[in-house]
């Protein structure tokens, strides 16, 4: 089955940048969404950016401009440019999969990563 697989998460001062990463492998349909999500403690997750297997994005309004989200299809691979980092963006960020098969369509996702911004 499908396994995701993050990294490039820690703790950066404000105003600093971060690259997350995500690897996807196993059977992956072409025509899928990747994107982040993240979970601030005591908060529900919520939508950080997505892009899909055809490259169109959509961010969330609290990081427009600041984020930015690519893709690798040939790698299978995502990723998330962070710049201008704010302690409100302190979260644990978790690389989702959206695959649109013949038949049905799933989700899987990754373990989380830690992204900490200290002011």
């Known amino acids: 089955q499908v396994q995701l697989v993050e990294s490039g998460g820690g703790l950066v001062q404000a105003g600093g940048s971060l690259r997350l990463s995500c690897a996807a492998s196993?059977?992956?349909?072409?025509?899928?969404?990747m994107g982040w999500y993240r979970q601030a403690p005591g908060k529900q997750r919520e939508l950080v950016a997505v892009?899909?297997?055809?490259?169109?994005?959509n961010y969330a309004d609290s990081v427009k401009g600041r984020f930015t989200i690519s893709r690798d299809n040939a790698k299978n691979t995502v990723y998330l440019q962070m710049n201008s980092l704010k302690p409100k963006d302190t979260a644990v960020y978790y690389c989702?999969?959206?695959?649109?098969?013949?038949?049905?369509?799933?989700?899987?996702w990754g373990q989380g990563t830690q992204v900490t911004v200290s002011s």
């Open positions: 989702n999969l959206h695959s649109v098969g013949p038949f049905t369509s799933d989700d899987y």
């Open positions: 196993g059977s992956i349909f072409s025509i899928n969404r």
């Open positions: 892009v899909a297997s055809g490259g169109s994005t």
